[in-house]
């Protein structure tokens, strides 16, 4: 991603701002930030939330939290590891089902997330 960023600099040469901007993902010594692991599981948590906050929306059946909602997870790398750690924890919601390409793993009191990274 550091090399992305120094191609587009170079084709760009006055557009500094953009430059360290155009890509994620970059090492903290090229203008990436600390975090960037979680990152994109805690963009899924923060949407769901916004879904919920939004007066526009039915929210779950009127309910506005997570708190005790049965939550299924498609995957379980980085994304969906993080995803379901944050809406488990942060917000109580009960992560029931993990899915992957090569089955499946469930239980209707909830998983526990650590436990089964």
């Excluded at 992305?4 to 701002?17: G, I």
């Excluded at 007066?55 to 939550?71: I, S």
């Excluded at 379980?76 to 992957?100: C, I, P, Q, W």
Aim: aromatic share 6%; charged share 25%; with cysteine.
């Amino acid at each position: 991603m550091a090399w992305m960023m120094d191609e587009f600099r170079r084709a760009n040469p006055t557009d500094v701002v953009n430059a360290r901007a155009c890509v994620t993902g970059k090492p903290l010594s090229k203008s990436g930030i600390a975090g960037r692991t979680e990152a994109t599981g805690r963009g899924v948590q923060f949407a769901i939330q916004s879904f919920l906050r939004d007066p526009r929306t039915v929210g779950l059946n009127g309910k506005r939290d997570l708190e005790g909602v049965p939550v299924i997870v498609q995957g379980f790398g980085n994304v969906g590891y993080h995803a379901a750690k944050f809406l488990s924890e942060e917000d109580g919601a009960r992560v029931t089902v993990v899915a992957g390409r090569d089955g499946y793993i469930a239980n209707p009191e909830g998983l526990a997330i650590e436990a089964l990274k």
